[in-house]
T-cell receptor, first 116, second 114 residues
Framework: DADVTQTPRNRITKTGKRIMLECSQT?????MYWYRQDPGLGLRLIYY???????NKGEISDGYSVSRQAQAKFSLSLESAIPNQTALYFC???????????????FGPGTRLTVL | DQQVKQNSPSLSVQEGRISILNCDYTNSMFDYFLWYKKYPAEGPTFLIS?????DKNEDGRFTVFLNKSAKHLSLHIVPSQPGDSAVYFC?????????????FGKGTKLSVKP
């Protein structure tokens, strides 16, 4: 079983709809992240969370919100989707307690979101 | 401004030869660097990393070199195999930073031809 899972894997929605992307991990990591990938732009950080009570904005948080429901779950919401939010979305985790590789992030398989 | 730059969007190499992927950074506070590999329809997977206290780290066919004075790192793949064809992302972080986040480059698409 995959350590980091994302649901759904693909989603098509319409402008103005609210949509939630979910991420779950079984790695026991404390930190979780949401990124989006656009062609030619690499990976850009949307939000990150260092523990359940800690949520922080990343580089491109406008138009998004997140919820850390438990250590293992981190969801990303688009309150009112717009076409330029069409992208690949990735969840990632890392473990601050691992002194050797604490900045190494482990990614889920991604969600392809299309906003029409 | 981009803090982590991969100036070559693509690279084509013959099977069995060496692949060299390059990455430059601007922030001297970065002290930890990673390479990720990404296949289509999959998430990025961690490949290899290097701390700023080292100038080389090797793992099988993959070697990462760090030149701190030039703020440059490179990934060498020897010998290259068709299965290495993927997009490679360079990333940098700061152990002591308050964010503990990684900054990613835009990626280089490697094609290894049989």
């Amino acid at each position: 079983d995959a350590d980091v899972t994302q649901t759904p894997r693909n989603r098509i929605t319409k402008t103005g709809k609210r949509i939630m992307l979910e991420c779950s991990q079984t790695k026991g990591h404390d930190r979780m992240y949401w990124y989006r990938q656009d062609p030619g732009l690499g990976l850009r950080l949307i939000y990150y969370s260092f523990d359940v009570k800690d949520i922080n904005k990343g580089e491109i948080s406008d138009g998004y919100s997140v919820s850390r429901q438990a250590q293992a779950k981190f969801s990303l919401s688009l309150e009112s989707a717009i076409p330029n939010q069409t992208a690949l979305y990735f969840c990632a985790t890392s473990d601050l307690r691992d002194r050797v590789s604490r900045d190494t992030q482990y990614f889920g398989p991604g969600t392809r979101l299309t906003v029409l | 401004d981009q803090q982590v730059k991969q100036n070559s969007p693509s690279l084509s190499v013959q099977e069995g030869r060496i692949s060299i992927l390059n990455c430059d950074y601007t922030n001297s506070m970065f002290d930890y660097f990673l390479w990720y590999k990404k296949y289509p329809a999959e998430g990025p997977t961690f490949l290899i990393s290097i701390s700023s206290i080292k100038d080389k780290n090797e793992d099988g066919r993959f070697t990462v070199f760090l030149n701190k004075s030039a703020k440059h790192l490179s990934l060498h793949i020897v010998p290259s195999q068709p299965g290495d064809s993927a997009v490679y992302f360079c990333a940098a972080g700061n152990y002591g930073g308050s964010q503990g986040n990684l900054i990613f480059g835009k990626g280089t698409k490697l094609s290894v031809k049989p």
